[in-house]
């Protein structure tokens, strides 16, 4: 199995909202980058489109919210229709991955940060999609059969 390589972009899809991560292959580690506003579809895929161009990377990952008992919802399919559209547009593989309790993460970890209240709400989602990168990471990790 050939090593993956290059970088990675995460997102955390919600209505209003849309949280990015990134990361690289090589570290295997996600870092939250920012949080995309608005529900016109033009400006979200027009700044995903420079974030593309920044980050080049050669791979995106789209969380998938469940119900806790792994049912779908309305708005995995929502997410699951936003990553068709990222496939299509820029033309690179769109991983999908469960990202049950991310949000519920992200927020402890802001929470134990220091971070308040107002001030968590344009980063809670950066840090979900972080998480959801990073759970990707370990997920292919816990996989391959090469050694460490």
Known sequence: M???SGGVLAFDFGLRRIGVAVGDWETRLAHPLETISGEANDQRFGRIAALIDEWKPRELVVGLPFHMDGTEHDLTRRARRFANQLNGRFGLPVAPVDERLTSYDA?????????????????????AAQRILQDYFEQAHAHDPSPA
């Open 107 to 127: 927020d402890l970890r802001l929470r134990e940060a220091g971070v308040k209240g107002r001030d968590r709400k344009g980063l809670d989602d950066a840090v």
């Open 2 to 4: 050939a090593l993956r």
